[in-house]
């Protein structure tokens, strides 16, 4: 199991109230909340090995370099040619949290893991890709992740707690293929492919002027790849692109060139895990663990972590 950490204490922090506090006072709300998703997913799920995927850096030079638009909007006064390396607009009470959550992460002995220079859907892309042994539940509420889904040579499902995680839906290359039009035989990337065409305003995606989110599924159908796609814009021959689109497609070609290893997850991210990632039975240090939850008041959420762990030990 892998978890897109930042979606998940960001939705703790936005769907847990701030009168949730520690005993002097400072907020605990996306602690208390991420914690107590961590112990649902581990007592439902039963992942044998789980890593916490973190953003070392949200908004990478190399796609920045390559779009300066990509996430510009979320910085403060929204500039348009923002510099990578500038922090995240978090806030306030959020930021004090997450290296709470990552002391609670070590102290109960769950894996994280980071790469330098990129975030954590390519910690994500990089892990699913290495992985030739077990079936991978990747978990967030960001629809870029349904491009690592797949079905060989081990299967990746994206848990998506877009709705929370009571109605969270396991997606995989059919559903993927339903939900969005795409050919069910390449899901993951051609749902890459229909982002980088449809565009995404939320990633400061502009994608192609008048191409849909309809008109992207069609033409992602009928091409065996992106290359083969690009290709045919300069192909007149190529009956594939009506004369309207293959117009919008030639006017967007600067944009085109450059998308794709903004929207596309990277494969050989340099990724660094803290340690192994088995889940243990019992907290790997009960004593912090247990410091953490008093000083913070996590109480009831510590002891649920607690509790999953054993109890997902127990089907080992």
């Not at 992602?220 to 689109?245: K, N, Q, Y």
């Not at 070609?253 to 340690?275: F, S």
Request: proline share 9%; net charge negative; hydrophobic share 45%.
């Amino acid at each position: 199991m892998l978890l897109d950490a930042a979606s998940l204490y960001f939705r703790a922090f936005y769907g847990v109230p701030e009168s949730i506090t520690a005993p002097d006072g400072t907020p605990v709300n996306a602690v208390r909340g991420f914690t107590d998703m961590v112990s649902r997913l581990l007592t439902e799920r039963r992942p044998g090995r789980l890593v916490a995927c973190l953003d070392l850096d949200w908004r990478p030079a190399f796609r920045v370099d390559a779009l300066p638009s990509y996430k510009a909007h979320r910085l403060a006064g929204n500039p348009e040619t923002a510099p990578a390396g500038i922090p995240e607009v978090v806030p306030d009470t959020l930021s004090p949290q997450v290296p709470v959550i990552l002391d609670v992460l070590a102290a109960a002995g769950l894996a994280t893991a980071g790469a330098d220079g990129h975030e954590a859907d390519d910690v994500i892309g990089t892990l699913c890709a290495a992985e030739k042994v077990d079936p991978v539940e990747v978990v967030s509420g960001d629809r870029d992740l349904m491009q690592v889904v797949r079905d060989e040579p081990t299967p990746v499902r994206l848990v998506y707690v877009g709705r929370g995680l009571a109605k969270a839906e396991i997606l995989g290359p059919p559903e993927v293929a339903t939900k969005y039009g795409v050919p069910r035989a390449r899901a993951g990337e051609a749902y890459a492919e229909l982002a980088m065409l449809r565009g995404d305003p939320s990633d400061g995606l502009p994608g192609v002027p008048g191409i849909g989110a309809k008109t992207a599924a069609t033409l992602v159908g009928r091409f065996g790849s992106w290359e083969e796609l690009r290709a045919a814009i300069a192909d007149r021959a190529d009956t594939r692109l009506a004369p309207p689109v293959r117009g919008k497609l030639a006017a967007a070609a600067p944009y085109l060139a450059v998308v794709e290893p903004v929207v596309r997850v990277a494969l050989e991210a340099p990724v660094q895990l803290d340690r192994a990632d088995a889940v243990p039975d019992q907290p790997v240090d009960p004593e912090r663990l247990q410091e953490l939850s008093q000083r913070w008041g996590l109480g009831g959420s510590v002891d649920r972590l607690v509790t999953a762990l054993g109890a997902a030990g127990a089907t080992r």
